[in-house]
Nanobody, 119 residues
Framework: QVELVESGGGLVQAGGSVRLSCTIS????????FNWHRQAPGREREFVAT????????NYLDSVRGRFTISKDKTKNTVYLEMNNLKPEDTGVYYC????????????WGQGTQVTVSS
């Protein structure tokens, strides 16, 4: 089974940058894409970014487009989320998810990593 482990979160000032990593273990043959989601206190978990595992397609939440960049290194079985010009509203727990061929068919989640942006 696929296991995901996030790392790289922490406390950062507004305007700063953080890079998150999602290390993937197990068989990735059924993975169509890997995503980042986040959950702020008292709010629903929301989609942030996605990248195709077998191609180069990416997509972003409108509010992070132009500030966040999702990328992958298949030799390291790792997906990254580079976050620049961070805002306090980016605060939350960031989760990595493995998505199957059907959109929204997430079959593995990481435990999450906290990102806190201070104003």
């Amino acid at each position: 089974q696929v296991e995901l482990v996030e790392s790289g979160g922490g406390l950062v000032q507004a305007g700063g940058s953080v890079r998150l990593s999602c290390t993937i273990s197990g068989p990735t043959g059924s993975a169509f894409a890997f995503n980042w989601h986040r959950q702020a206190p008292g709010r629903e978990r929301e989609f942030v970014a996605t990248i195709s595992w077998h191609g180069d397609n990416t997509n972003y939440l409108d509010s992070v487009r132009g500030r966040f960049t999702i990328s992958k290194d298949k030799t390291k079985n790792t997906v990254y989320l580079e976050m620049n010009n961070l805002k306090p509203e980016d605060t939350g727990v960031y989760y990595c998810a493995a998505e199957g061929a059907r959109p929204g068919a997430y079959f593995a989640w990481g435990q999450g990593t906290q990102v806190t942006v201070s104003s």
